[in-house]
């Protein structure tokens, strides 16, 4: 798979990169327009204009003029200076679409950089060469500063990077793998480092894998009202036209696809209504779903967004310094991702507890054949409950603080980087949630005697029993958990009910 730089990317085309089953190059339409933002920044210098983070110093320093002879001085300086992340490296997926976008922003031919640094950025992603980037330092602001010039200083063969696992000097792996380090140029270093494509390469895999959670979350979910006898009253398509939200009727339709041909649904006839953990996961699921939707719809903007400063229309021989690296779009949409993702935890844990409450479930307690001696997966709901209440924690909104930095000259800043990291932690641990509530619906469904369960449901419970045994004997159940949740995580669950049943929605 080949992602041309400079056109349009997808959410898709971030996470083939990301994965490492895509590479990159730079097109000849990109390569004009980089020459022509270039030759306009020239001509700038040329001139002695006055042109922020050209000729003049950046943030509280914009009104210092540089010299026409420190103007390359000048993009080094910043590069280095701004190189100030602490905390552990960023996994190197993230890295690897954070090159990308940075890349891709490049050359859409508003930053006035050579075609040299976009093609040094590709061949490094195309070599697997990845910059060691720690993930804590961004606020947001005029974009992911210190994260970026951390990719930056690999470019000018400084720091470390990653390669095939082993932490080597940039210097080393650019001269083994043929290549040269970049010497900056006017504009250059400011380009690298202004704009928003930490939080938003992180925020691209994050909506990603939280679109693929939606449909797990709807068919573990499914299975839990097989196991806990639900009926189907709730799922009927008649009641979800009366309030035509995207994602409800989505969530129900893939309910009513997982139960087809069950024995187990409506098998109780003398309840009216379930409880709300079973005949509200349309509505709630549903909610979730539209505002992922609406993240990944945001994130999608952002990934072909010019978010340097200034920038440059050499069309019209035009430089405009604005905002556009602010990360407040990316950072709310972030948030509200966070939150609605929380909330679904809080409903799977909720179904896990039925499942494992004598008093709710009607099975044996803890899903154990000999309660007492053996404990069963009590502790998987302890562990369940854990996660969503640490998710309750990271869903107060990272946007909705600010503090002012640069003496005062970026008095507003947006946060985005860490709203990006705690909604790929919420993310992480949903994961986990629905794969303790998958391992507790599939053991409750073999105390039912045998009955036939639906398509959907029954590939879920083989999927699991292929990789996870069913717990006839108390044992260490993390290892459980943690192959649970690879199965949910990686994908293969939902592909396992998909041949079953078709695409969930």
Same mark, same amino acid.
């Given at each position: 798979?080949?992602?041309? $730089?400079?056109?349009?990317?997808?959410?898709?085309? *971030?996470?083939?990169?990301?994965?490492?089953?895509?590479?990159?190059?730079?097109? +000849?339409?990109?390569?004009?327009?980089?020459?022509?933002?270039?030759?306009?920044?020239?001509?700038?210098?040329?001139?002695?204009?006055? /042109?922020?983070?050209?000729?003049?110093?950046?943030?509280?320093?914009?009104?210092?003029?540089?010299?026409?002879?420190?103007?390359?001085?000048?993009? $080094?300086?910043?590069?280095?200076?701004?190189?100030?992340?602490?905390?552990?490296?960023?996994?190197?997926?993230?890295?690897?679409?954070?090159?990308?976008?940075?890349?891709?922003?490049?050359?859409?031919?508003? &930053?006035?950089?050579?075609?040299?640094? /976009?093609?040094?950025?590709?061949?490094? $992603?195309?070599?697997?060469?990845?910059?060691?980037?720690? =993930?804590?330092?961004? *606020?947001?602001?005029?974009?992911?500063?210190?994260?970026?010039?951390?990719?930056?200083?690999?470019?000018?063969?400084?720091?470390? /990077?990653?390669?095939?696992?082993?932490?080597?000097?940039?210097?080393?792996?650019?001269?083994?793998?043929?290549?040269?380090?970049?010497?900056?140029?006017?504009?250059?270093? *400011?380009?690298?480092?202004?704009?928003?494509?930490?939080?938003?390469?992180?925020?691209?895999?994050?909506?990603?894998?939280?679109?693929?959670?939606?449909?797990?979350?709807?068919?573990?979910?499914?299975?839990?009202?097989?196991?806990?006898?639900?009926?189907?009253?709730?799922?009927?398509?008649?009641?979800?036209?009366?309030?035509?939200?995207?994602?409800?009727?989505? &969530?129900? =339709?893939?309910?009513?696809?997982?139960?087809?041909?069950?024995?187990?649904?409506?098998?109780?006839?003398?309840?009216?209504?379930?409880?709300?953990?079973?005949?509200?996961?349309?509505?709630?699921?549903?909610?979730?779903? +539209?505002?992922?939707?609406?993240?990944?719809?945001?994130?999608?903007? =952002?990934?072909?967004?010019?978010?340097?400063?200034?920038?440059?229309?050499?069309?019209?021989?035009?430089?405009?310094?604005?905002?556009?690296?602010?990360?407040?779009?990316?950072?709310?949409?972030?948030?509200?991702?966070?939150? #609605?993702?929380?909330?679904?935890?809080?409903?799977?844990?909720?179904?896990?507890?039925?499942?494992?409450?004598?008093?709710?479930?009607?099975?044996?307690?803890?899903?154990?054949?000999?309660?007492?001696?053996?404990?069963?997966?009590?502790?998987?709901?302890?562990?369940?409950?854990?996660?969503?209440?640490?998710?309750?924690?990271? #869903?107060?909104?990272?946007?909705?603080?600010?503090?002012?930095?640069?003496?005062?000259?970026?008095?507003?800043?947006?946060?985005? %980087?860490?709203?990006?990291?705690?909604?790929?932690?919420?993310?992480?641990? $949903?994961?986990?949630?629905?794969?303790?509530?998958?391992?507790?619906?599939?053991?409750?469904?073999?105390?039912?005697?045998?009955?036939?369960?639906?398509?959907?449901?029954?590939?879920?419970?083989?999927?699991?029993?292929?990789?996870?045994?069913?717990?006839?004997?108390?044992?260490?159940?993390?290892?459980?958990?943690?192959?649970?949740?690879?199965?949910?995580?990686?994908?293969?669950?939902?592909?396992? *009910?998909?041949? %079953?049943?078709?695409?969930?929605?």
């Amino acid at each position: 798979m080949l992602i041309r $730089l400079g056109g349009t990317l997808t959410i898709g085309d *971030v996470v083939a990169v990301a994965e490492g089953r895509a590479q990159v190059e730079v097109p +000849d339409s990109a390569r004009e327009s980089l020459a022509k933002a270039r030759a306009q920044v020239d001509r700038i210098v040329a001139a002695g204009l006055p /042109v922020y983070a050209i000729t003049t110093g950046v943030g509280k320093l914009a009104s210092v003029p540089v010299s026409r002879e420190d103007a390359d001085r000048l993009q $080094l300086n910043i590069v280095r200076s701004h190189a100030a992340g602490v905390g552990p490296p960023a996994p190197t997926g993230v890295v690897r679409a954070m090159m990308l976008l940075r890349a891709h922003g490049l050359a859409l031919g508003h &930053s006035g950089v050579r075609p040299e640094v /976009v093609d040094l950025l590709a061949a490094l $992603l195309n070599r697997g060469i990845h910059p060691i980037v720690p =993930e804590q330092g961004s *606020v947001g602001a005029s974009g992911d500063l210190a994260p970026l010039a951390h990719l930056a200083l690999a470019l000018i063969g400084e720091g470390d /990077v990653m390669v095939g696992g082993e932490r080597l000097a940039a210097s080393a792996s650019l001269e083994g793998n043929g290549l040269r380090p970049l010497c900056l140029r006017a504009k250059e270093g *400011v380009a690298l480092v202004n704009g928003t494509q930490f939080m938003t390469g992180w925020g691209a895999l994050t909506v990603h894998r939280a679109l693929r959670l939606c449909a797990t979350a709807d068919a573990v979910g499914a299975m839990t009202l097989e196991a806990l006898r639900g009926g189907s009253a709730a799922f009927d398509p008649r009641l979800h036209l009366l309030r035509p939200h995207p994602g409800q009727q989505a &969530s129900a =339709e893939n309910v009513r696809r997982m139960i087809a041909g069950s024995a187990l649904v409506n098998s109780v006839p003398t309840r009216v209504q379930d409880a709300y953990s079973l005949r509200c996961l349309p509505q709630v699921h549903g909610a979730v779903r +539209d505002a992922v939707t609406y993240a990944s719809g945001v994130v999608g903007v =952002e990934l072909n967004a010019a978010t340097d400063n200034p920038l440059l229309f050499p069309e019209e021989d035009l430089v405009l310094s604005g905002g556009n690296f602010h990360g407040q779009p990316v950072a709310v949409a972030l948030d509200f991702l966070a939150a #609605a993702l929380a909330g679904l935890g809080t409903m799977c844990e909720r179904r896990v507890e039925r499942l494992l409450n004598p008093a709710l479930s009607g099975l044996p307690a803890f899903l154990s054949t000999d309660g007492g001696l053996r404990s069963g997966l009590m502790l998987a709901q302890y562990t369940a409950a854990a996660l969503a209440s640490e998710n309750k924690v990271l #869903a107060h909104p990272a946007s909705a603080d600010s503090i002012p930095t640069s003496a005062n000259q970026e008095d507003h800043v947006s946060m985005g %980087a860490t709203a990006a990291r705690k909604a790929a932690t919420v993310v992480a641990h $949903l994961e986990q949630i629905v794969a303790i509530e998958l391992l507790c619906a599939a053991q409750a469904l073999e105390f039912r005697g045998g009955e036939a369960m639906g398509l959907g449901t029954a590939a879920g419970h083989a999927a699991l029993r292929a990789t996870v045994p069913s717990l006839d004997d108390d044992r260490v159940l993390a290892p459980d958990i943690e192959a649970a949740t690879v199965l949910v995580r990686s994908g293969r669950l939902l592909e396992a *009910v998909e041949r %079953a049943v078709g695409v969930l929605r």
